[in-house]
């Protein structure tokens, strides 16, 4: 694997992640494990008017991993269910090698052409799109 995947952006997006830890209480809690790569997410949400109040994320993972719920900490305050649906769109179109309408998300087009380490990104927003059933 090239180390051009992980480059300085990455790591300051997994460094710099708002919202890192948990929300007691909360209104939904999601945790997603990747059996292949042992990587492990929980997404905590609260609501407010059918949109996300608050997020909180805790990572055990690569720093793939780690930044993609940095990028969930810094956008999506504020989204209700068909935000979160376009910022997981944004992280497709990402990963297929598009350029993201969200500037953070660039920092993950080099992992376009390492298809064994899409779910290492994806398993955060899955996360989220889960928890943001409730709303």
Do not use: W
């Not at 300085?8 to 708002?18: F, G, I, N, S, Y």
């Amino acid at each position: 694997m090239s180390d051009e995947i992980y480059q300085e952006t990455l790591l300051k997006l997994a460094k710099e992640a708002p919202g890192h830890g948990r929300l007691e209480p909360n209104a939904a809690s999601v945790r997603l494990d990747n059996p292949l790569c042992g990587d492990r997410v929980r997404i905590d949400l609260r609501v407010r008017g059918g949109r996300i109040a608050e997020v909180a994320h805790e990572v055990r993972g690569c720093l793939l991993c780690q930044a993609a719920a940095g990028v969930i900490g810094r956008h999506a305050v504020g989204l209700d269910r068909a935000g979160v649906a376009e910022l997981s769109g944004q992280v497709e179109k990402t990963l297929a090698g598009e350029i993201p309408a969200i500037e953070d998300l660039a920092a993950f087009r080099p992992v376009s052409g390492h298809r064994s380490r899409f779910d290492c990104v994806r398993l955060p927003f899955q996360a989220l799109k889960e928890a943001a059933e409730i709303l």
